[in-house]
């Protein structure tokens, strides 16, 4: 057990929080539908969602967003969880 003496608490976060992320948050994004449940704006869709609304934050526009149906984005929502958004976003 000296190797993991060795170990900086550094390493051992990244590595636990890595054991969380793959556990629990990849599932759980593996499990959305792209396109129906998720997905990344198109620019056509940027687009016309800031005619709508023209405070809309940029981030959406880089971020996975909820979708309310086929290739129906949310106008409004944003994923809550952090985690969520990045694992959905590369996914």
Known sequence: FDAVDRISDVN???VN??????NSLLPHCLQKIHRVSFGVLTPT???RQLEVNPAMPRSRGVVALPFVGK????LASE????????GL???
């Open 12 to 14: 051992i976060k990244m």
């Open 17 to 22: 929080l890595m054991r969380e992320w793959l």
């Open 45 to 47: 869709e940027l687009r």
């Open 71 to 74: 290739d129906a984005p949310s």
């Open 79 to 86: 994923f809550s969880h952090p985690d969520i958004v990045i």
């Open 89 to 91: 976003t590369i996914v």
